[in-house]
């Protein structure tokens, strides 16, 4: 049976994920509280900003900065694009 959540980011009931997706006390509130959809958005936008700002995932700062963006991305209202960002042409 799949585990239902009320997911935070699409205030909506929605399947929720197998596992916590990310270590520790961040990864049980995003297991708890965020959809499965809602993740699969955030690893879409992850890949965007990892590329608009040619972060290097050895590079602390760089895992830092995802960090927040992951947070404020899933658990914040307004969470904004990047300024440079283009959406590519379909």
């Not at 980011?9 to 499965?36: C, D, H, T, V």
């Not at 879409?44 to 927040?68: C, G, V, W």
Request: proline share 9%.
């Amino acid at each position: 049976m799949t585990r239902m959540v009320h997911c935070k980011k699409l205030n909506k009931e929605l399947p929720g994920m197998a596992r916590p997706p990310y270590p520790g006390e961040l990864g049980q509130k995003i297991y708890e509280n965020i959809s499965q959809e809602a993740w699969m958005s955030w690893l879409t936008q992850q890949t965007i900003l990892i590329n608009e700002y040619r972060l290097s995932m050895i590079d602390p700062k760089a895992q830092s900065f995802l960090r927040e963006e992951l947070e404020k991305f899933l658990f914040g209202d307004n969470y904004q694009m990047p300024e440079a960002f283009v959406p590519p042409k379909v």
